[in-house]
């Protein structure tokens, strides 16, 4: 959002473009709502980041943004990545826990095996 920010504001950016004011504030605005966003409340979360989804996607419909293939490139990398965020605010505390018991469990037949000759052996 930041080069697109410097991009519209005429400064070094993808290429030669006229400086446009509204679209500078517009992605400057959108980097900081980016910036500002808190996990605390993952269904919150998952909705501001469906809101700022949507509005990249209606901002690309504007005729100086439609035409510039980089532009689009930029704005559909930050939705992914946006996408992204979204399935990580999903993930609930009780897949974590699950996670963490298969990794101990793993962790501990990898141990077994380094004993097994010994247990064998006093058998």
């Known amino acids: 959002m930041e080069e697109l920010s410097l991009y519209f504001g005429g400064g070094p950016g993808l290429g030669k473009v006229v400086p446009d004011e509204s679209y500078k504030a517009w992605f400057s605005e959108m980097k900081i709502q980016i910036s500002n966003l808190t996990f ?15 509005a990249l996607e209606d901002i690309e ?12 490139h930029y704005l559909d990398e930050t939705r992914n990545e946006l996408r992204h965020m979204i399935r990580i ?20 037949w990898q141990c077994l095996r380094d004993y097994m000759s010994i247990m064998q052996e006093k058998i």
């Open 89 to 108: 605010v999903n993930v609930h505390k009780d897949l974590l826990t699950h996670i963490a018991l298969i990794s101990d469990i793993t962790y501990s």
């Open 40 to 54: 605390n409340d993952s269904t919150f979360a998952g909705r501001k980041i469906q809101q700022l989804i949507k």
């Open 61 to 72: 419909q504007y005729h100086q943004i439609a035409n510039s293939i980089q532009i689009k």
